[in-house]
């Protein structure tokens, strides 16, 4: 079974920067989409971006301009640059890679999810 490992989170100033970082324990084949999504105390999980497997990528409005989601094939490893980080931002985030394939009329896939890295930004 396929796990993911996440680093980089950590206590950080407001107006600092952090690199989030997800590497999977094994070989995941056929993946459609990566992202990361987070959980602030008291409130829902929500994506804050996501990658497709074609490079497009969707961020939500309260991360546009001050977050990047890459991916680096060659370490197969997602990351997520955080720059400009808020007290809003603290939460526990959440690597997420999605895969699907098709054998014979069949699909097959799996929604794989890491354990979370803490994140929190406080003076």
């Known amino acids: 079974q396929v796990t993911l490992v996440e680093s980089g989170g950590g206590l950080v100033q407001p107006g600092g920067s952090l690199r989030l970082s997800c590497v999977p324990s094994g070989s995941i084949s056929s993946i459609k989409y990566v992202g990361w999504h987070r959980r602030a105390p008291a409130k829902e999980r929500e994506l804050v971006a996501q990658?497709?497997?074609?490079?497009?990528?969707i961020y939500a409005d309260s991360v546009k301009d001050r977050f990047t989601i890459s991916r680096d094939y060659a370490k197969n490893t997602v990351y997520l640059q955080m720059n400009n980080l808020r007290p809003e931002d603290t939460a526990v985030y959440y690597c997420?890679?999605?895969?699907?394939?098709?054998?014979?009329?069949?699909?097959?896939?799996?929604?794989?999810w890491g354990q979370g890295t803490q994140v929190t930004v406080a003076s």
């Open positions: 997420n890679i999605y895969r699907s394939a098709n054998k014979g009329w069949t699909l097959y896939s799996n929604d794989y």
């Open positions: 990658m497709t497997d074609g490079g497009s990528t």
